[in-house]
């Protein structure tokens, strides 16, 4: 059964630090893995889909890589701002599994 | 091109009572999935359908049912209500089976059961 962990649970910086977000899995045999930002009581904007021969996509100040070996995703956001402010969630598999989500605060 | 839509926005309902929600899949998408997020929790999978048929089924019990329309809509009925059902519900299309393309999710449903 494919268990997705996120990490950090919250997170709090500083508006323009880069910072990385963490997404691992369990089972290695996965078709795509999909990160999505979600607003408080809205629904899921999709940010950056890798698919399984894929290692790596980058969307503006967002770059996201897949290391399906080691389980393993990371979101990696440049100079954030206040407006990325929202909770990141991870997605892996056929039938989407997501992690608990990171709650990101950029504060002005 | 239109995006996911459900209706739905809000809904209130009593212990007990039955409900239907609706979603309109993307253009050009031929499948469906439902999700369950409840406060402070990531989304968890209900059913997926495919071509009218369910394509997979998470870990919910029966009186959580569901229909796929020939123009590919949706439907998810939720019989017995209970307490513990209050939720968003988000409907998300792809165009196939194992979302190479990804998945778009709606705007959800937020239920209240009371």
């Known amino acids: 059964k494919q268990e997705v962990t996120q990490i950090p649970a919250a997170l709090s910086v500083p508006e323009g630090e880069n910072l990385v977000l963490n997404c691992s899995f369990t089972?290695?045999?996965?078709?795509?893995l999909q990160w999505f930002r979600q607003d408080p009581g809205k629904g899921l904007t999709s940010l950056l889909l890798?698919?399984?021969?894929?290692r790596e996509q980058t969307s503006g100040r967002l770059n996201a890589s897949l290391d399906k070996s080691s389980g393993r995703s990371t979101l990696y956001i440049a100079a954030s701002q206040p407006g990325d402010s929202a909770t990141y969630l991870c997605?892996?598999?056929?039938?989407?599994?997501f992690g608990p989500g990171t709650r990101l605060s950029v504060l002005p | 091109e239109t995006g996911v839509t459900q209706s739905p926005t809000h809904l209130i309902k009593t212990r007990g009572q039955q409900v239907t929600l609706r979603c309109s899949s993307q253009?050009?998408?031929?499948?469906v999935s439902w999700y369950q997020q409840a406060l402070g929790q990531g989304p968890q999978f209900i059913f997926q359908?495919?071509?009218?048929?369910?394509?997979g089924r998470g870990n919910f019990p029966p009186r959580f049912s569901g229909l796929q329309f020939p123009n590919y809509s949706s439907e998810l009925n939720v019989n017995a209500l209970e307490l513990d059902d209050s939720a968003l519900y988000l409907c998300?299309?792809?165009?196939?089976?194992?979302?190479?393309?990804?998945?778009?999710f709606g705007s959800g449903t937020r239920l209240t059961v009371v």
């Open positions: 998300a299309s792809s165009q196939d089976r194992v979302a190479n393309y990804g998945y778009t």
């Open positions: 089972d290695s045999a996965i078709y795509n």
């Open positions: 890798i698919q399984s021969s894929q």
């Open positions: 997605a892996v598999g056929q039938n989407f599994v």
């Open positions: 253009s050009g998408h031929n499948t």
């Open positions: 359908y495919y071509r009218e048929e369910e394509n």
